[in-house]
Nanobody, 117 residues
Framework: QVQLVESGGSSVQPGGSLRLSCAAS????????MNWYRRAPGKERELVAT????????IYAHSVKGRFTISRDNAKNTMYLQMNSLKPEDTAVYYC??????????WGQGTQVTVSS
């Protein structure tokens, strides 16, 4: 059974930093690219970043490029999202996604990030 558990969300001031984690289980983590998505209040879900199975290739949404860094530790079955220079528009629920489990893949429960002064 695929399980994805996000953690690390919090409330921070603009300009602050957070590191999100996604602990994966129930599948061969090192064989799959992984994704971070987010959904802001009243907006569509947005793909934030993607990382290749070995971690060597990454893709970022234009809105976060240069501020966020996606990474993974295949020995720990864990993916990360380092978020720096946070802006109020980064406020959202952040979700970990794996392209496994059929259909549109598998999702974590989400972790809330709030950027506000």
């Amino acid at each position: 059974q695929v399980q994805l558990v996000e953690s690390g969300g919090s409330s921070v001031q603009p300009g602050g930093s957070l590191r999100l984690s996604c602990a994966a289980s129930g599948f061969t983590f090192s064989s799959y690219a992984m994704n971070w998505y987010r959904r802001a209040p009243g907006k569509e879900r947005e793909l934030v970043a993607t990382i290749g199975s070995a971690g060597g290739s990454t893709i970022y949404a234009h809105s976060v490029k240069g501020r966020f860094t996606i990474s993974r530790d295949n020995a720990k079955n864990t993916m990360y999202l380092q978020m720096n220079s946070l802006k109020p528009e980064d406020t959202a629920v952040y979700y970990c996604h794996a392209p496994v489990g059929g259909g549109f893949g598998s999702w974590g429960q989400g972790t809330q990030v709030t950027v506000s002064s």
